[in-house]
């Protein structure tokens, strides 16, 4: 299984970005992916999951303004980040895990994980 992230940068407090986490090795449908944070000096985060469902769930600091989705034709997962914020701010990853559902947005219930991608809002 290989992620591999990409879409990261710098914006302005209030702008957009969109990630991108293509996927590959494994029969993407039927996996749950999602999305992480992690900020210097604090811990990884859940961002927000899709199921095999398409079925959604954000953390409560994302709702209203992030929105996870993914392609299953081209294997890639996205999230489209609005109204970014100076605690935006992180490393982002895509994870995935062999379960049709998303159970949890804990790191720890996660198995494949990608490089990770750098968001910085300014």
């Known amino acids: 299984v290989q992620l591999v992230e990409s879409g990261g940068g710098s914006v302005q407090t209030g702008g957009s970005l969109r990630l991108s986490c293509a996927a590959s090795?494994?029969?993407?449908?039927?996996?749950?992916m999602g999305w992480f944070r992690q900020a210097p000096g604090k811990e990884r985060e859940g961002v927000a999951a899709?199921?095999?469902?398409?079925?959604?769930r954000y953390a409560d600091s994302v709702k209203g303004r992030f929105t996870i989705s993914k392609d299953n034709a081209n294997y890639t997962m996205y999230l489209q980040m609005n109204s970014l914020k100076p605690e935006d701010t992180a490393m982002y990853y895509c994870?995935?895990?062999?379960?049709?559902?998303?159970?949890?947005?804990?790191?720890?219930?996660?198995?494949?994980w990608g490089q990770g991608t750098q968001v910085t809002v300014s």
């Open positions: 994870a995935a895990v062999r379960h049709f559902h998303c159970e949890s947005l804990s790191p720890g219930a996660f198995t494949y």
């Open positions: 899709i199921d095999s469902d398409a079925r959604t």
């Open positions: 090795g494994y029969t993407y449908s039927t996996y749950c």
